[in-house]
């Protein structure tokens, strides 16, 4: 049981990881070619990241314990993309990250629940 639940998050976590990197690389060219404020660009970024965690998600938690499921892979998504940033030098400070991992852990926990209680309904 606790391969599954693990193997599920990190699944989840990986495909969350690799949209946002492309939905990352896609604002980054929208920047490019647009005007974006400070502002635009951040809420663009949490609308990526939201996305993100909702696709890994959905496409891998099943059965039960959304609520658990969906907090590991929102922390597991954080840590990771944090990660890729720092290696590409735009490391954050603490105080960033941990609102950023509370946001996605809220963010994983909801879509967590809605995406077990989706399958479970819809057998998707």
């Known amino acids: 049981m606790k ?18 990197v492309i939905g990352i690389l896609l604002l980054a060219g929208a920047v490019k070619l647009f005007v974006l404020s400070e502002i635009g660009i951040k809420t663009a970024n949490q609308f990526i990241k939201t996305i993100a965690i909702f696709l890994g998600c959905i496409s891998s938690l099943r059965n039960d314990k959304g ?10 998504f954080c840590v990771i993309i944090h990660l890729i940033f720092a290696i590409i030098g735009s490391f954050v400070g603490a105080k960033s990250f941990f609102l950023d991992l509370i946001f996605c852990i809220i963010v994983g926990i909801i879509s967590g629940i809605i995406s077990v209680n ?6 998707i």
Not at 6 to 20: C, F, N, P, R
Not at 70 to 76: C, M, Q, T
Not at 118 to 123: F, K
């Open 3 to 20: 391969t599954n639940l693990l193997s599920g998050v990190i699944k989840g976590a990986i495909l969350g990881v690799m949209t946002a």
């Open 67 to 76: 609520l658990i499921k969906g907090l590991l892979l929102g922390i597991v």
């Open 118 to 123: 989706v399958r479970q309904n819809y057998d």
